[in-house]
């Protein structure tokens, strides 16, 4: 194991160098392939930085909300089987906040440029002012 540089540290190099210098000195699909890659390595990078954290707090929802233990994969089985037979619903406490949670984290990573997520975020720090 290297201490030096780390993980996310590559990912970002790689893709900036992905991004700056291959995209910008290449054409057509050679120039497109190298911004996809790019992304999806900026995507990895946020995948390492965000995930941790995300999932430990959807696990820690998960088991208020389902009153239940059990590893991530687990409760979110149960959450499914909750939900399609009826026992819980978008009026069930702590339910609706919790897919609200979920899905904004997993945006951070997948899509944090997208226009839906910057607006949510914008609202989220208006109401929470």
């Known amino acids: 194991m290297q201490d030096e540089p780390k993980p996310v540290e590559v990912l970002s190099a790689v893709a900036r160098f992905l991004k700056e210098t291959v995209a910008a000195e ?8 190298a911004r996809v890659a790019a992304n999806a390595l900026e995507m990895m990078r946020r995948q390492l ?4 954290a995300a999932e430990t707090a959807e696990h820690a929802r998960l088991k208020t909300l389902l009153n239940s233990d ?9 959450l499914c089987r909750r939900l399609k037979a009826g026992e819980l619903n978008l009026q069930s406490p702590g339910l609706a906040e919790h ?3 979920t899905t904004l984290a997993k945006l951070s990573v ?12 914008a609202h989220g720090a208006q109401t929470n002012d």
Do not use: C, I, M, V
């Open 26 to 33: 290449t054409t057509g699909h050679t120039s497109f392939n």
């Open 49 to 52: 930085e965000l995930a941790p």
């Open 70 to 78: 059990g590893d991530l994969a687990a409760l979110n089985a149960e």
């Open 99 to 101: 897919l609200w949670e």
């Open 110 to 121: 997948d899509q944090p440029t997208y226009w839906g997520y910057r607006a949510a975020l």
